[in-house]
């Protein structure tokens, strides 16, 4: 399974941003997905999460970006998208998109993924 993650870019505060991810090799809804980001100098983050359909296909999301970020799927493309709103300075960072079939209780974590995309900057400045 290979993940193509795409759409970071340079954006003013407030802005929005969509970044997209590609799958190949697996259909995602057989997977769980989920973005997580990597700040200079800061370990990598969870950011947002949704469960494959035979795990309720919910959505998860890090409190730091609840009401201001959407992911969303599409089956039928073979793609996970993630829309972020109202940007802010400190949403700045590289966003991977990865894809894995470990327990929900898992899906928050980056040992729930088993592959990863390369990434994708996003630049928000002030």
């Known amino acids: 399974v290979q993940l193509q993650a795409s759409g970071g870019g340079l954006v003013q505060a407030g802005g929005s941003l969509r970044l997209s991810c590609a799958v190949s090799g697996g259909a995602i809804s057989a997977y769980g997905m989920g973005w997580f980001r990597q700040a200079p100098g800061k370990e990598r983050e969870f950011v947002a999460a949704?469960?494959?359909?035979?795990?309720?296909?919910?959505?998860y999301y890090a409190d730091s970006v609840k009401g201001r970020f959407t992911i969303s799927r599409d089956n039928a493309k073979n793609a996970v998208y993630l829309q972020m709103s109202s940007l802010k300075p400190e949403d700045t960072a590289v966003y991977y998109c990865?894809?894995?079939?470990?327990?929900?209780?898992?899906?928050?974590?980056?040992?729930?993924?088993?592959?990863w995309g390369q990434g994708t900057l996003v630049t928000v400045s002030s």
């Open positions: 990865a894809a894995g079939q470990a327990a929900l209780g898992f899906i928050r974590t980056e040992p729930g993924y088993k592959y």
């Open positions: 949704i469960a494959r359909s035979g795990n309720g296909g919910r959505s």
